[in-house]
């Protein structure tokens, strides 16, 4: 059976799992980022990893936040690992391992895992919206991924739900992502009640316990999401459109409504097919692993 190696790069940490070609996890290693980071630290931390899961498998998927280049494999810069840029993740992995890699944004990995492992896999195309401190797409067709150009693609959370609406922090303003995500939820909040939340979590208890600040804030959401997803509904039309990440472990608060807002305004017809609904969750890894089994056709 075929085997694939999966790196989920964080702001915090790099996962690394090795998977066979039914999704099933087999081994995997975990390691802190360097507090004091460069190049040089990010990627011996990176290779040194992923070192110990190399034995019988067909490649290296790399999943990380963008930008990136997909094409070149080289990571541009990130918000969240300060002191790295333009890292030759692609090149690094292949003379060290001597093994195919492949590199895509993290939330087109997560699409792709979903598309090749999740709750909606049977379907002919899906789109796969994560939902967490930010929005991130991913369209997966036949199997095989659109990443757009240079694998920036399907960027929906940085479309358009409020002309003249509140910054987000791509410095537009009115993107679905200042309304529904972590950040915006927290910052949405902090404008109404000048408190501080610390996490998604405390915004969302806040909504169980009827906090009617958090509920408008949470509705406001709900229907810019669901406006989002009308637009890419009808550019793409989808067979699925599946919903991952944290902010769905709190589903039950908004998915009904978020459903039934997206169905009331399609096309009437495109609801005759359409699939709408949580997926699996899978790893960060076992979507980055899925890059390896897509390019290698299994």
């Known amino acids: 059976m075929k085997q694939a190696i999966g790196v989920d790069i964080g702001g915090g940490s790099i996962r690394v799992s090795l998977f066979d070609e039914s999704g099933n996890e087999l081994k995997s290693n975990q390691s802190k980022t360097p507090d004091h980071l460069d190049n040089d630290s990010f990627?011996?931390?990176?290779?040194?990893?992923?070192?110990?899961?190399?034995?019988?498998?067909?490649?290296?998927?790399?999943?990380s936040p963008g930008p990136l280049n997909s094409e070149t494999g080289i990571l541009l810069t990130s918000a969240n690992m300060v002191g790295i840029e333009n890292v030759?993740?692609?090149?690094?992995?292949?003379?060290?391992?001597?093994?195919?890699?492949?590199?895509?944004?993290?939330?087109?990995?997560?699409?792709?895992?979903?598309?090749?492992f999740g709750s909606y896999k049977g379907c002919e195309s899906q789109l796969i919206l994560t939902l967490g401190t930010g929005?991130?797409?991913?369209?997966?067709?036949?199997?095989?991924?659109?990443t757009g150009y240079l694998g920036n693609g399907i960027e929906i959370g940085h479309t358009t739900s409020v002309i003249g609406g509140a910054l987000c922090g791509c410095g537009a303003r009115g993107c679905v992502e200042s309304y529904f995500s972590t950040r915006g939820f927290l910052n949405r909040y902090f404008e109404s009640t000048n408190t501080k939340l610390p996490h998604a979590e405390s915004f969302f208890e806040l909504v169980r316990k009827e906090d009617q600040v958090a509920k408008e804030i949470l509705h406001f959401?709900?229907?810019?999401?669901?406006?989002?997803?009308?637009?890419?509904?009808?550019?793409?039309?989808?067979?699925?459109?599946?919903?991952?990440?944290?902010?769905?472990?709190?589903?039950?608060?908004?998915?009904e409504q978020l459903e039934k807002e997206i169905r009331s305004n399609?096309?009437?017809?495109?609801?005759?097919?359409?699939?709408?609904?949580?997926?699996?969750?899978?790893?960060?890894?076992l979507g980055a692993a899925s890059l390896v089994f897509a390019n290698k056709k299994v």
């Open 43 to 63: 990627l011996k931390t990176l290779t040194e990893t992923i070192r110990p899961l190399l034995k019988d498998n067909i490649g290296i998927g790399v999943g």
């Open 88 to 116: 030759p993740i692609k090149q690094t992995l292949e003379k060290e391992f001597l093994l195919p890699v492949f590199y895509e944004n993290d939330a087109n990995c997560a699409a792709l895992g979903e598309a090749y």
């Open 135 to 146: 929005v991130g797409g991913g369209f997966v067709k036949h199997g095989v991924l659109y």
């Open 221 to 255: 959401g709900t229907l810019a999401l669901a406006h989002a997803v009308r637009g890419a509904i009808h550019l793409l039309n989808p067979e699925a459109v599946v919903f991952v990440g944290g902010i769905t472990n709190s589903f039950d608060l908004f998915g």
């Open 266 to 285: 399609i096309f009437p017809i495109l609801n005759e097919r359409l699939k709408l609904g949580k997926g699996r969750n899978l790893s960060g890894t």
